[in-house]
């Protein structure tokens, strides 16, 4: 029986597109969580309960409205869901059982997901992530 020990992937490995839309995702996310973070969060539904908005801040609500919300949520995820997939197939490709790897990670994500959760933001997605997972 192999010891399963599992190794970052080299830079050479990596695939360079998944990486440059990740982080095009995660700076879609970042206008999202601007906003969440500046308003109440009824302002998520409601634009409008604070008062009126002058043209300038209508202007950036729309634009992250409706080019951000949910899009580079849902792109995040699916790259989530690849990184899981590459992840995985590497490990058996050497001859790894990476189930029981990823298992044990989600199982460290849903712990740093509660703790984040509960002491630092109540809008995390990492304990999602981790029972999806």
């Known amino acids: 029986m192999q010891n399963p020990h599992a190794a970052p992937t080299s830079l050479n490995e990596r695939i360079h597109s998944l990486d440059i839309l ?3 995702a995660l700076l879609g ?3 999202i ?3 969440l973070f500046a308003l109440p969060n009824a ?3 409601n634009p ?3 008062g009126e908005m002058s043209e300038l801040e209508s202007f950036a609500y729309w634009l992250v409205h409706v080019f951000a919300e949910l899009k580079f949520m849902s792109i995040f995820s699916i790259l989530f869901g690849a990184g899981i997939l590459l992840f995985v197939n590497r490990l058996t490709d050497q001859g790894i059982d990476g189930s029981k790897i990823h ?3 989600m199982m ?3 712990l740093f997901g509660m703790i984040h ?3 630092i933001w109540f809008g995390d997605i990492l304990v999602a992530y981790s029972v999806i997972a």
Request: proline content about 0%; aromatic content about 24%.
């Open 33 to 35: 969580n601007i906003q």
């Open 29 to 31: 996310i970042l206008f």
């Open 22 to 24: 990740r982080g095009f």
């Open 103 to 105: 298992i044990r990670r």
């Open 108 to 110: 460290w994500l849903l």
């Open 117 to 119: 959760a509960y002491f």
């Open 43 to 45: 302002s998520f539904a």
């Open 48 to 50: 409008l309960v604070l």
